[in-house]
């Protein structure tokens, strides 16, 4: 996940070799965060909880298929 910064959109890349990387969502919809946790559960990824400088700590859950 990219877009800890304000600035920056929440983005979602994924790699099957760590090298080679390949955007999969632009626009994801839910604020930007870090500290936060994900998980690829019956091929949905979840992305939950975090920080956002302005918001500040989030609380919440958000699936992409």
Do not use: C
């Not at 070799?17 to 632009?26: C, I, P």
């Not at 994900?38 to 909880?49: A, C, E, N, S, T």
């Amino acid at each position: 996940v990219e877009g800890a910064s304000i600035d920056s959109p929440a983005v979602i890349w994924s790699s099957s070799n760590g090298k080679d990387w390949e955007q999969e969502y632009q626009e994801t919809g839910f604020p930007n965060r870090h500290d936060n946790s994900m998980v690829v559960f019956l091929d949905k990824i979840y992305v939950m909880l975090g920080y956002n400088g302005d918001i500040g700590y989030l609380n919440d859950i958000w699936t992409l298929n």
